[in-house]
């Protein structure tokens, strides 16, 4: 198999088809929803969950099989039905017209995984094993999860905002690119966390 190019994908808006709609199906529409894609799920039945979205027009999910002509415009696709032959059909067919598709928990029928993710705000770091390992690649997000606390999430914001001013000052490039590498060091993080704790111990806060 080839080495897996890592990338981050900005799906708002992006029309995504999920087909089948049991908890593996939604714990995928989740994350796609948390992206902002517009999902589209097929299925003849679905969780509770689904249900609610639906009802919320959060997601589209049409209550029938899978056809082919659901692929049509859909930039992604997430087969995760409980049948091995509809999933690799499904894979199939979206190989025929260049959507990208995942077959959930088959890793010879992906063309993309989902990773393990450590989320703080803007801050994500993504685990992958190519399907290899889902364990694995759990395991060292938990061990993540330690090292990249709740705290760095605030502190990306102030990063953010920080990059934002320095990109908007006339400076040379040097300096600037001097400045950018000191907000993002470990000393500001340490920094960041003194003036943290001083404004909790703050008897005015």
């Not at 981050?8 to 992206?35: H, P, Y």
């Not at 993504?126 to 889902?134: D, F, H, K, R």
Request: with cysteine; charged share 30%; glycine share 4%.
């Amino acid at each position: 198999m080839p080495e897996l190019f890592p990338i981050f994908v900005n799906l708002r808006d992006r029309k995504v088809l999920v087909v089948g709609a049991g908890t593996i199906g939604a714990s995928k529409c989740e994350s796609l929803l948390r992206a902002g894609a517009d999902v589209h799920v097929v299925a003849p039945a679905a969780c509770a969950w689904i249900e609610e979205q639906s009802a919320a027009k959060n997601l589209h999910w049409d209550r029938r099989q899978f056809s082919a002509d659901d692929l049509q415009g859909m930039f992604l696709c997430v087969a995760a039905t409980d049948s091995e032959t509809t999933n690799h059909a499904i894979f199939d067919e979206a190989r025929k017209r260049n959507v990208l598709c995942n077959v959930v928990d088959d890793p010879d029928y992906c063309d993309f995984f989902y990773p393990a993710v450590v989320r703080r705000g803007a801050l994500q770091i993504a685990v992958s094993t190519s399907g290899l390992s889902p364990a694995l690649a759990r395991r060292l997000r938990v061990e993540l999860e330690q090292q990249f606390g709740p705290e760095y999430e605030k502190w990306v914001e102030q990063v953010g905002r920080q990059r934002r001013e320095i990109l908007a000052r006339e400076m040379p490039e040097a300096e600037r690119r001097a400045l950018l590498e000191r907000i993002a060091s470990h000393e500001a993080f340490k920094e960041f966390l003194r003036s943290e704790m001083n404004d909790r111990e703050d008897p005015r806060d």
